[in-house]
């Protein structure tokens, strides 16, 4: 009996550890230059203030000199692609992987400043040089580290949107999205950012914008490649490889997309949503427990074309 006491209340100290420990959570904002990711974590950060939820930003780009929000965790205080520049004789590119290696390679420096942080709830500002994500293993590595310590992480991929006009453009965004999907392995969200400068593309687009965010029947994307001028006289050899990363795309299932304008609240509330069920945010903190709030993170009935409309003319009934 005496021995049968002992484990219940180790049990049930276990127990109570488990539901007093504070789950971590985070997103990793990645995308190339230019496509509004400094803009987002400052945006979302003060979005989700607006909601009380403490957030911490966390500059993983050691040539961000340009931020638009307060840092608290910066990796220009470990090292700076400019110093490496000077050190080492590289270039931009060359540093910037060398940055990220020597990150990678002091991940406890990275842990330090996450754990002295009052905040469980992380967004990380990563360099826009894409081959971090789809060829090198050193951000894959530092967050696999950090998903393995109990940290919940997705991946927010940010595309210009403008891609959308033309088809080429759209298989090489569908292409790039696939592989750092797969290459990342962390739930993942993809973004068609720069929604509000969509309007200006319209007519430029063949299909609707549910055909390009749902990522629907991409034969028809072929067919209008195959009538244009995309290529010259190699267009049949563009075909082929134009087919065979459809194929790839559609076999795979995987990518579709949000729309993002990031000065509206209610577009930066929609993928808000989806992110928080993508690293299991609506499900883990204490703030989501309750049945409307898991809610008010499903899919609604509403079109992405409507979506988009309503976010430039808020008050449109």
Sequence with gaps: MEGGRCFKNRHHRRQQTLRTRKPLFGQLVIGPPGSGKTSYCSRMKTFLGKLERE?????????????????????MQLVTVQDVMEQFGLGPNGAL????EFLEANFGWLLE????????YFIFDCPGQVELYTHHNAMRNIFEKLDQLGYHLCTVHLV???????????????????????????????????????????????????????????NYLLECIEHSSIGGTNRTKYKKLDAAIVSMVEDYGLVSFHLLDSNKDESLLRLKNAVDKANGYVYGA??????????????????????????VDPYRS
């Design 55 to 75: 957030v911490t930003v966390v500059n993983l780009d050691p040539a961000n000199d340009n931020m638009e929000y307060e840092s608290a965790i910066d990796i």
């Design 160 to 218: 210009e949107s403008h891609h959308c006009s033309e088809p080429h453009k759209f298989i090489s965004t569908l292409l790039l999205s696939l592989h750092t999907m797969l290459q990342m392995g962390l739930p993942h969200v993809n973004v068609l950012s720069k929604a509000d400068l969509l309007k200006e593309y319209e007519s430029k687009l063949a299909f609707n914008v549910e055909y390009y965010t749902e990522v629907l029947d991409l």
């Design 97 to 100: 992987i060398y940055c990220m």
């Design 113 to 120: 400043q996450l754990k002295a942080s009052s905040c469980k």
């Design 286 to 311: 204490g703030e989501e427990q309750n049945v409307n709030t898991l809610l008010a993170c499903a899919v609604g009935a509403e079109t992405q074309t409507e979506r988009m409309e309503r976010d």
